[in-house]
Nanobody, 121 residues
Framework: QVQLAESGGGLVQPGGSLRLSCAASGSISNIYDMGWYRQAPGNQRELVATITSGGNTNYADSVKGRFTISRDNAKNTVYLRMNSLKPEDTAVYYC???????????????WGQGTQVTVSS
């Protein structure tokens, strides 16, 4: 069974920093794009940042210059470093991965369970 597990969320003051991690586990042949999304109460889930297997990145305009996505392919892990956090960054953050499980012939997208990030004084 393939699973994604996030960690690193919590409560932080405005201007503070957090680093989220998401590790993919199970029988996996290959991982392609990985990404972070977020969903605030009453809002739709929105893209935060994505990264290809080769390291190309894409960011939402709202987080450019403040957030950095990275990955460790040897550990099947994607990270999100969040600096200069604002109250409007408060949301549940989800990671996803477009990957090929070892027991399947086609790739599919998997999601983590989400981790809460709250920015408040």
């Amino acid at each position: 069974q393939v699973q994604l597990a996030e960690s690193g969320g919590g409560l932080v003051q405005p201007g503070g920093s957090l680093r989220l991690s998401c590790a993919a586990s199970g029988s996996i042949s290959n991982i392609y794009d990985m990404g972070w999304y977020r969903q605030a109460p009453g809002n739709q889930r929105e893209l935060v940042a994505t990264i290809t297997s080769g390291g190309n990145t894409n960011y939402a305009d709202s987080v450019k210059g403040r957030f950095t996505i990275s990955r460790d392919n040897a550990k099947n892990t994607v990270y999100l470093r969040m600096n200069s956090l604002k109250p409007e960054d408060t949301a549940v953050y989800y990671c996803n991965a477009d990957l090929l499980p070892s027991l399947l012939a086609t790739k599919k997208i998997y999601w983590g369970q989400g981790t809460q990030v709250t920015v408040s004084s």
